[in-house]
């Protein structure tokens, strides 16, 4: 061997393994940023979102008919409310109700006096003010009818 002959080396392979730990640093790398990019948008639309429905009030079934055309009619007592009670809150719940409980029609009340009322004429003479009192509204086929007896 001379002096100038160049000494051929065995060219070192390359790792797969540092170089696949690489790639993948990068992607999740890029993935993070890309994400925090995109959750603050919805953090945006989460703070300006309607907050969530209320719950339903305490309420209680008196009495719950299926009748022969299919539908289901039911009278429903919810004595934390009024005939003062705004409209749009009396449909709102009215219907809500009316879901989680599987009918379509049904009349409301907050005292049992009115429903006694609504369906007895003798006690409706008994208690000649019962409905106008307590008589909160109907559904029929989920559409709101506000009661005569409410003062507007």
Do not use: C, E, N, W
């Given at each position: 061997m001379t002096g100038k002959e160049k000494v051929k080396r065995k060219a070192r392979p390359i790792t797969w393994v540092p170089?696949?730990?690489l790639i993948i640093?990068?992607?999740v790398v890029v993935v993070l940023i890309l994400s925090e990019k995109e959750v603050a948008p919805i953090?945006?639309?989460?703070q300006t979102e309607k907050p969530a429905l209320e719950e339903l009030p305490s309420y209680?079934?008196?009495?719950?008919?299926?009748r022969l055309d299919g539908k289901r009619d039911a009278d429903v007592l919810i004595v934390s409310f009024s005939t003062t009670t705004p409209r749009e809150k009396r449909e709102?719940?009215?219907?809500?109700?009316?879901?989680?409980e599987g009918f379509t029609e049904g009349s409301f009340y907050c005292t049992v006096d009115a429903y006694h009322a609504n369906?007895?004429?003798s006690y409706s003479k008994?208690?000649?003010r019962a409905l106008e009192e307590?008589?909160?509204g109907r559904l029929e086929g989920m559409r709101f009818i506000e009661s005569s007896y409410l003062r507007e």
């Open positions: 170089m696949g730990l640093f990068g992607i953090k945006a639309i989460a209680q079934i008196l009495d719950l008919t299926d709102s719940v009215f219907k809500r109700i009316a879901k989680k369906y007895s004429d008994a208690h000649p307590g008589y909160l």
